[in-house]
Structures are given as C-alpha cells and as structure tokens.
C-alpha cells in the first residue's frame, strides 16, 4: 500500500514511522525543511502531567485581562471574518467544565503509554532523552494554587505519577537556579524532554535508511481522489497513493477548506530562544507559571518557550515578543541569565477550537486520514498518533483512545 504523509514534523514523521514499520510503502511531503516547522524551537516536553486542553473554565476572562499587559504570554488579533468568528465560539463552548474535564480524560488516555514508547525510539534511533523531571515554579501563592488545581485535575483525570508539592527551600533545595522569592511549586518526577529538533532529524533519517522518501521543499498545494486513488500536485512533483495522512500542522485546515471540510482552526504563533548564560543553568525541564514558560537545559544552553499570539498564518519573528518572553522569565532565576543567544525562533501551533488533537478518516474522502491540531501536544503525543494512525489506516481499526478526536465533531 502506497502511503502519503503530508507534513514531516514530528506528528507526521511519526505516523509514516508507524507506517513503514507496518508494512506500507511511504513517501513524506513537506513544504519546507523535515522538522523545520513547529516541531523545531519548542521544549520538546513528554509532560502527560500538563496536557490538560487549553480551554478551561475561566480562562477567556484571564485572557482578557492579561492582555494589556505589556509582557503578556497571551496575544489575540481578531480578524473580522466567519472562520475565526466561528473558532471563537468553538473555544468558548470547550471551556465549560464538563468538556474541559473530558477532554483531559481524553487526552491523558491517548499519552498514557507516551513514556514507554519513547523508551522503544529511544533503543530504535538513538534518541537521547533527559528524565530528570519536571520543576513547575511560582512566584505567587495564586500562581501556585493554579498549577496544584492542574496537576490535582490531571490525577482525577487519570494521570498516576509521582508528585511532590514544595515550598520555596524545597524547590530551591530540588532546583538550586531558582530565585529566592520563588514561593513553591511541584516536582513532577515522571516527566521527560527531548531536543526536537533532534527527533525529528533522527525520525528523518531512520526513514530514508529504510527506504522511504522524505522530499523538502514539496508543498502539497492541491489533493484530488480518481478511481480509488490519491493524486497529490507539489510544485513540479505529481504522486498517486492509495491513502493520504494529513499532518501538515497549521497548514492542514488549508487543504481540508479545498476539499469542502471547514472546521474550526486556528494557528497560535509561540516563540523561544535558545541561549547560555555565566551563571548556573537549571538542571531540570522548569515551567514559570506565572510567566507561562518553558525552560529546557539543553548541554549548549537553555531553551526559553512560551507565548500564544493569535495572529493567524504569520511565521515572521517578532524582537519585543523574544524581549517580552526573556523578560517575564528573568525573576524566576537566582543567576542564570540568556546572554549568548544561540538562536531565535517562531513557530505555529496548531489549534482546533476545542484545543483537542484531530486524528481520524475524514468523512467522504475515503482513504484520507488526519492527523493535525496537536497545539503544544505534539511531542508528547507523537509516537502514540502515529501508532493510532497505523491502526486505522492499515487495518481500519479506530481504538477506543482516538475516537473522542476524531474530526466528525466539527461536522455534525
């Protein structure tokens, strides 16, 4: 069975894994770089602790009020238009407590082997994987109280690893980079980190050294379905394949519109820098919870990730939200300073408005399979969608864990 994977992030690069691994013969497609995408700049977290949806009760009213803040993590330029009209009413809907808590089910139900299929990359490719934890840090008893109710939800949820909540000593004693003002917050031992750019180089070339194509610079701008096949147009490249798996990130709902499936997504431009610092990095994957960011030590530096800018298809970089994102994180560390830069990026996340994954056949285009709408899920969900899709695409079994995201939610 030919198989065609459009989008080689990691969600992508892991389903068409799956694939070969399964028996099809496969070829990716990616517009720009393998991994170049919204897999390259983030933290690379494997955290099913905090996968919980991002709507949630109340957080359209602390949206709106932390958006005049100058250093805000949270940026929304609404468009006057039905799609983005129709995604705000979708993501008001999620936040009810009800959806909220079943999305979080959902979601840790689809991660819940997340840790030991990793393990399995990890002996298959070489991957290295950093499992020292994770240290969620707050400057404020508020702060702290939101990311214990988190954590607290996620166990009720189903999430069964070890957790400690600590005060400012225990953490420091936990976490030596950390401020003195820092009040408390939790070390969640389970959690791990990757350098994604690095799985998805890895992913890349485990693929083509078993003989599957990985083409760069091959948009997919048109998918057309004749007698039983997919017929796929790339710049100057035209491919046919029995099925097509759309992983294209937040250029999938692009293509779904052509093919007459609108559903309801939106893309949340996030940014990080990677940087060393003369004082002592932290030792542990940190996130500073009233700043909203990520910190991975990586061993040429520390990778700072954070924002949400809703400003729909724009990947340009923009200097006051890197300056916004150092700044926030600068009084949650005793010492430790950005000051070499390595590098700074942007990135889209894609974001359906439930905030939920869509992974699934989509309804009247037989042999067409999505896999998109991870938002910052997607490398803690990666290996597990790509074995989901195998299932449905190779033997059309859809298992009880993928059905709550299957796309037929936006289409009733």
């Not at 359906?352 to 896999?371: R, S």
Request: with cysteine; hydrophobic share 45%; aromatic share 8%.
């Amino acid at each position: 069975m030919r198989v065609a994977v459009i989008g080689a992030g990691a969600i992508g690069l892991s389903c068409a894994r799956s694939l070969a691994a399964g028996g099809a013969d496969v070829v990716v497609l990616e517009r720009g770089r393998a991994g170049g995408g919204c897999s390259y700049g983030n933290t690379g977290w494997i955290c099913p602790a905090l996968s919980a949806p991002l709507p949630a009760p109340k957080v359209m009213g602390r949206a709106v009020l932390g958006m005049g803040r100058r250093n805000s993590p949270l940026l929304v330029q609404p468009r006057v238009d039905a799609s983005f009209a129709r995604w705000s009413w979708g993501f008001w809907r999620a936040s009810s407590r009800e959806r909220y808590e079943a999305g979080l089910r959902a979601t840790l139900d689809l991660a819940r082997d997340c840790f030991e299929l990793y393990d399995r990359l990890a002996q298959e490719i070489g991957l290295e994987i950093h499992r020292t934890g994770m240290v969620v840090a707050a400057r404020t008893e508020a702060g702290l109280a939101e990311y214990v109710a988190m954590i607290e939800g996620a166990q009720k949820a189903g999430y069964d690893g070890p957790v400690e909540v600590l005060d400012g000593d225990g953490l420091r004693s936990r976490e030596p980079s950390l401020a003195d003002d820092v009040v408390g917050g939790l070390f969640v031992a389970a959690e791990r980190y990757v350098r994604p750019e690095k799985l998805t180089a890895a992913l890349a070339w485990s693929l083509r050294a078993g003989g599957a194509e990985v083409l760069e610079g091959a948009e997919v701008t048109r998918l057309t379905y004749r007698t039983g096949r997919w017929r796929l147009e790339a710049g100057d490249r035209t491919l046919e394949a029995d099925r097509v798996v759309l992983a294209a990130g937040a250029w999938s709902a692009r293509l779904l519109s052509a093919l007459g499936v609108r559903i309801p997504f939106e893309a949340a431009k996030g940014y990080s820098v990677t940087a060393s610092g003369t004082a002592a990095a932290p030792i542990h994957a940190l996130y500073l919870a009233e700043a909203k960011v990520g910190a991975s030590p990586f061993s040429d530096g520390v990778r700072l990730a954070g924002i949400f800018d809703l400003t729909g298809i724009d990947s340009s970089l923009r200097r006051k939200r890197i300056d916004a994102l150092t700044r926030s994180s600068e009084p949650f560390f005793r010492e430790w300073r950005p000051e070499h830069v390595e590098e700074q990026w942007a990135g889209l996340r894609p974001y359906p408005a439930d905030g939920l994954p869509i992974i699934g056949g989509v309804p009247g285009h037989p042999g067409l399979v999505a896999a998109t709408g991870h938002g910052r899920l997607g490398i803690t969900l990666a290996p597990g969608t790509g074995e989901a899709v195998r299932s449905i695409v190779l033997d059309g079994r859809v298992s009880v864990e993928v059905r709550p995201f299957g796309i037929e939610r936006f289409l009733r």
